[in-house]
């Protein structure tokens, strides 16, 4: 599976098909036995693991702040890391507060003194503060409300066009799947069965797994992938930098 640099990629499948231990070979929490996983032409096994998540934002399927931080301590782990100075953070916690629609006094709040949709928030925050090349997000929006949910679609949309960066992200909702995916991938017991345009799985799913999970796709869902054709709906040089293949 290759994933163009500055893509969305959206990566479907049951519970237990394997998108999270997928998410966390690409940032090395977990070890392929088999096969091989490149980023940007090199693999990651060789690469320093630090370096590698310097540039790899990652948000949890729980949100998993850290407690015994606030939640501007907790936004502010990657600038830290990366070095920034104090009003530089300051100003990159206000604007990311303000961003995922959170009250800017909520910055000096502890993760328990929060909602379980806003620490998720804050826990978006967390991974985008750096302004990673990769985003892994795994079910970042499954805890939110409709309303929220949209808002943080446009959002991710927004900054994803903005930043061009690469987006590996994972949900069980299939209308989300096709608004957000330049391309989705869908996976089966551990493996991928399907990888393609929003357009191209509707034309052709070539599994009866695919074939019914396309079944609850909304008719609006089809007609919007429908409407965006078969290219990637972001522009791109075309190369392929960042591969995950096994
Ligand atoms: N550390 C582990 N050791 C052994 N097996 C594991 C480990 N983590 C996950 N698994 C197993 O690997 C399979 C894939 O798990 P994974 O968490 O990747 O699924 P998922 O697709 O993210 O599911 P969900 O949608 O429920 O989050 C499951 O069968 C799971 O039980
Ligand atoms: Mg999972």
Redesign the pocket.
Known sequence: MSVPDGALVVLM??????????LKMVNRL?QPSSGRISFYGEDTAGLDVIELRKKIGYVL?SAALFPHMTVRGNIATVPEILGWNAERIRARTSELLELMGLPDDFAGRYPSQLSGGQQQRVGIARAIAGSPKVLLM??PFGALDAITRARLQDDLLRIHRADRSTILF?T?DLDEAFRLGDRVAV?NE?ELIRYGTPAELIKAPDSDYAKKLLGFLSLEAIRRAEERGGVCGRPSDGTVHDSVSG
């Open positions: 499948g049951a519970s237990g098909s394997g998108k999270t231990t997928l977990i399927q795994d079910e994972v069980h996976m551990g």
